[in-house]
């Protein structure tokens, strides 16, 4: 979840680390620091500055550099919250006691305590409550045993249990940084005079476009001009590289107000390019990712997704499709559930995972898991070469570009339709549906981008209904079928960006209990676009008007029967019944966003967040 950067050789390091910092904030802004190793030989030391003012932690951080030394290389780290409150002397990066060892961290060290009883007895001092700062004091320990800093570094990874990502600068080498991960992700990149580790592609597009994943359990030295890449046991390895088909500009704002309005607005992009080349013309489909994997697509019997957050929901509209399509058994797991069961899997079972950075850490170990007994394993996600395109037996890419702003937008959509693109190919496989019907709902998805950019033409009306719900605290979302993960996406929007309590459920679940708390205080958002259910949607819409609420219908374009019914209507154009969430979830996220800045909430910082959920 936190942000991690860390540059030698570069003219100046501190603009460097702050303008990577900034563009990492989206991963936790609870508090931010850096650390400058400064000087000559002997008289080389750190400066360290830290800022715990939350969203404004960078800005504070900028002011405080005003009148920094000259650095020689450099750590920045922006933190989510994990152990320790979010204050000053949580903040990283953390010292060692001699105060020339700097440490970031992005993880948990799950045997913190026991390291840091063993430590404390040996006369270290530990000046925070975070499990981050035994490292410092560890790579301490080692050093003075003669080690240098990639030994010292070696050695202490060790002896760490836990899912993280380090990188460490020592005044005693200069311009040296070390870095090391397991499960957490980490960058390297070099120029001819430079050096840099990041969290995220994004923090060092700036600076080189030479970039190279570090693998689980490798230990990275990054000098200026030079990267050496060494396993566990110290032999070395040659380092992994990253192909970026995207620019630095595109994590920029654009001139929007903020992120997630841009990328709002750029979700018909977003979809086209997800689509190139993969529905053709005469309305087949093609996945060239998969065409070793067919074989093993044939075979398959049945279906389990594993997710979280947006990304679940994502997944539960795209089981529907693989069962009304390919006629396979599908269910959708929350992947931080689903390892901590006894999920039973076999060679005939699929598990498909879906994230969007693909470094999410409860689905990751989901995939691995279902590797272990097993299952085959596909991902879905945005990020070439991330952590579970490199573990799964196959991958499909969604080609949304770089998502900044927390709560996802564009993203979502395009795991949405890759995955319905995914269940079509598959039903071709599998001769579950004639070509005709291929061809129909092959073209109805290549229309998918027009129809999500009418849409988005709408956004000022769905911005005044916004209006009329600002101050409302307790909103029900309700959906039938492929509607109901819709309202369940509908209802995390408003949670994270506006802090409205908002539940979602099944519509004829209302009935079993939790129609008890609808009065004329209450409003329900009803996704309400026709298909099999929506009379039964209409009875269930009659049923919360007969107790007084108000109701919030998204409808097809047209549908005047279900507007008549509602107080307040969301409209966009129609399409097929299975292929609706991609575009009815449109005015929910232009909902959510409107009621959080009418509420003067940060929408790309919503609080106690992060992008990248890399711990459990």
Request: proline share 4%; net charge negative.
């Amino acid at each position: 979840m936190c942000g991690i950067i860390a540059v030698t050789g570069v003219e100046d390091p501190l603009s460097t680390l702050l303008e990577g910092l900034e563009l990492l904030e989206y991963r936790g802004y609870d508090s931010a620091g850096i650390a400058l190793v400064t000087g000559e030989g002997d008289e080389a030391g750190l400066f360290r500055l830290r800022s715990a003012v939350r969203a404004q932690s960078i800005a504070e951080l900028a002011r405080l550099g005003a009148g920094a030394p000259r650095g020689r290389a450099g750590l920045g780290h922006t933190r989510w919250a994990t152990h320790g409150a979010p204050t000053e002397e949580n903040a990283h990066p953390h010292l060692d006691c001699t105060g020339r060892v700097a440490v970031v961290h992005n993880g948990i060290i799950e045997n913190h305590r026991e390291l840091a009883a063993k430590l404390d007895a040996a006369g270290h001092r530990r000046t925070s409550a975070t499990d981050s700062e035994v490292v410092a004091h560890l790579v301490e320990a080692e050093l003075e045993t003669g080690a240098d800093l990639l030994e010292a570094v070696r050695r202490s990874a060790a002896v760490l249990r836990g899912d993280y990502a380090l990188a460490i600068s020592y005044a005693g080498e200069p311009d040296t940084l070390v870095a090391t991960r397991r499960t957490s992700p980490l960058i390297i990149g070099r120029t001819e005079r430079a050096g840099v580790v990041a969290s995220d592609i994004a923090a060092v597009l700036g600076t080189t476009r030479e970039l190279y994943a570090l693998g689980d359990g490798e230990i990275a030295v990054v000098r200026p001009g030079s990267l050496e890449v060494v396993d566990a046991a110290g032999e070395p390895v040659e380092p992994s590289p990253l192909r970026v088909a995207w620019g630095v500009q595109a994590a920029r704002r654009d001139g929007y107000e903020d992120f997630m309005s841009k990328e709002i607005h750029e979700q018909p992009r977003a979809l086209a390019d997800t689509l190139l080349e993969r529905v053709l013309p005469e309305g087949t489909t093609e996945l060239e990712e998969l065409a070793a994997f067919e074989d093993e697509l044939r075979r398959v019997e049945r279906v389990v997704v594993v997710a979280c957050g947006s990304s679940f929901h994502a997944g539960e509209i795209g089981r529907l499709a693989l069962e009304r399509w390919a006629k396979l058994p599908a269910t959708a797991e929350i992947a931080s559930e689903f390892r901590y069961r006894e999920p039973v899997l076999d060679d005939r079972t699929l598990v498909v995972a879906i994230s969007q950075s693909g470094e999410t850490v409860d689905t990751y170990h989901a995939l691995a898991e279902a590797a272990r007994r097993g299952a085959r394993t596909m991902a879905i996600t945005n990020v070439v070469d991330s952590l579970m395109a490199r573990e799964a037996d196959a991958v499909i890419y969604t080609r949304a570009g770089p998502e900044i702003g927390v709560a996802s937008t564009k993203c979502h959509v395009a795991q949405i339709i890759l995955f319905q693109v995914f269940a079509l190919h598959l039903a071709r496989l599998r001769g579950s549906l004639g070509e005709d019907e291929l061809a129909r709902l092959a073209r109805e998805i290549e229309a998918l981008p027009g129809l999500v950019a009418e849409a988005l033409g709408r956004s000022d009306e769905y911005a005044a209904v916004a209006a009329r719900l600002a101050e409302v605290n307790d909103v029900f979302f309700l959906g039938r079928n492929v509607g109901y993960p819709v309202a369940l996406e509908g209802a995390l929007k408003l949670k994270e960006l506006a802090y409205v309590r908002a539940e979602a459920y099944a519509a004829g679940e209302m009935k079993h209990g939790p129609i008890s708390l609808i009065d004329r205080h209450a409003v329900a958002v009803v996704v309400a676009n026709r298909g099999a259910l929506w009379p039964k949607l209409l009875a269930n819409i009659e049923e919360i008007k007969a107790r007084g609420a108000t109701v919030v219908a998204v409808t097809d374009e047209g549908d005047e029967e279900t507007g008549r019914l509602a107080d307040h209507v969301l409209e966009v154009p129609a399409t097929d019944e299975l292929l609706a969430p991609v575009v009815s979830v449109v005015p929910l996220q232009v909902l959510a966003y409107s009621v959080a800045k009418a509420r003067g909430n940060d929408v790309d910082r919503p609080r106690n967040l992060a992008k990248v959920v890399t711990v459990e």
